[in-house]
């Protein structure tokens, strides 16, 4: 079945937000200078531990919102209500600096994974369905590079290719055991793969926010930037498995990579 021109039109917006990201682009624009001068103003010690955190973030932020969200016909997302959210957060991380980041980050990526979450109802997933709450933690993952990552390993569909044996594993065990002790360890493995890619905005987060002057009103910006990228990464994603289901995952997939 061909993809009909209205599909067609929001397949190709999918694919502009998913592949063209530019977080580290906006954020420069935000604070006035290249996001780089953040990054030397980071201490050691929270430069070598944003993979703790991030992960301890995305840990509870998936026991906190992921999994207490409910099925409901919404035809739009609050988008906006979820960026006061994290704007708030942002304020006060900005506020008190960078030994607030503890704090500060399990809030806004709680707030950021129900916004995802929402995003996914009005693209007509159903929250209840494991393989929707599994997606909603996939895209943490989209737009920022793992350490390992070469070139051919950070488009859309080769990030959700790298993940696709984790992520099958997880939610058949899950599935199997319910959501139990003794599928926790399934659960922190999907966590930990998403939460290296997811640590790379932090990262860029981070330093913008180390940047002298930045504030309660420079962090709220900052954070606002940083939940718009994931509603973005969100809004392409659950397009693209919209279209996956109505079409055919390999159709979609060939005509997205079609598309200049």
């Not at 793969?193 to 940047?211: D, L, N, P, W």
Request: some cysteine; overall charge negative.
């Amino acid at each position: 079945m061909q993809l009909s021109d209205t599909d067609f039109q929001r397949l190709k917006q999918a694919k502009q937000l998913l592949e063209n990201p530019g977080l580290a682009a906006k954020i420069t624009d935000a604070i006035g200078k290249p996001i780089e001068h953040g990054f030397a103003l980071l201490p050691k010690t929270v430069s070598n531990g944003i993979g703790k955190i991030t992960q301890m973030a995305l840990t509870k932020a998936v026991d906190a919102a992921l999994f207490t969200l409910k099925d409901a016909s919404y035809t739009q997302s609050s988008d906006k209500w979820h960026k006061l959210g994290v704007a708030l957060s942002g304020g006060v991380g900005g506020f008190f600096g960078l030994s607030a980041l503890a704090i500060e980050l399990p809030i806004s990526t709680t707030i950021m994974l129900r916004s995802i979450a929402d995003i996914a109802r009005s693209e007509g997933e159903q929250l209840s369905d494991l393989a929707t709450k599994m997606a909603c933690i996939e895209v943490f993952a989209f737009g920022g590079e793992s350490l390992d990552d070469d070139q051919a390993e950070t488009g859309y569909f080769a990030v959700r290719t790298v993940l696709a044996n984790s992520i099958a594993e997880s939610a058949q065990y899950v599935a199997t055991k319910g959501f139990s002790k003794e599928a926790a360890p399934m659960m922190v493995k999907i966590v930990t793969i998403v939460a290296e890619r997811f640590g790379v905005q932090v990262t860029q987060k981070i330093a913008a926010q180390a940047v002298p002057a930045i504030g309660a009103a420079g962090g709220a910006i900052i954070n606002t930037l940083f939940i718009d990228h994931f509603q973005d990464m969100a809004r392409g994603h659950f397009v693209v498995r919209g279209l996956e289901r109505k079409y055919g995952e390999q159709q979609i997939r060939e005509c997205y990579e079609a598309i200049q």
